[in-house]
């Protein structure tokens, strides 16, 4: 198994689903950190700099785009990799996103535990 020892933040409030992203990306070899509101994420990555995000867009207190916007507005957040899971497909919060410096784009429904895991990979 490799062994990347790479720092990646979770910001997902949706408890089923961070738990397992949790469990796997810790048998691939990563410290996990997890935040369940776009606010806690803001400040574990400011405090933790991760070396990768996976960023849910429909979260309570702050959602993911507004999170992400305050992010780019730092200097320690302008080139944190970022891969955005979401339910959303709507083209003009894609657009936004990605105007945003995102990585990559998942719909949930479309994508398998391996295959996140894999675009994490590629994208550090």
Do not use: C, H
């Not at 198994?1 to 790479?6: D, Y």
């Amino acid at each position: 198994m490799e062994k990347f020892n790479n720092k990646i933040l979770i910001i997902e409030d949706e408890e089923a689903l961070y738990s397992v992203l949790r469990t796997k990306f810790i048998s691939e070899g990563y410290n996990v950190l997890i935040a369940t509101d776009g606010l806690e994420g803001l400040a574990l990555t400011e405090n933790e700099k991760p070396d990768i995000i996976l960023l849910d867009i429909v979260m309570p207190k702050m959602d993911g785009i507004t999170m992400l916007k305050e992010l780019r507005k730092n200097s320690w957040g302008k080139d944190i990799p970022v891969i955005v899971l979401s339910n959303l497909s709507e083209a003009e919060k894609t657009q936004e996103l990605l105007y945003q410096g995102v990585s990559e784009y998942l719909i949930k429904t479309d994508w398998s535990l391996e295959e996140v895991v894999k675009k994490v990979k590629e994208v550090l």
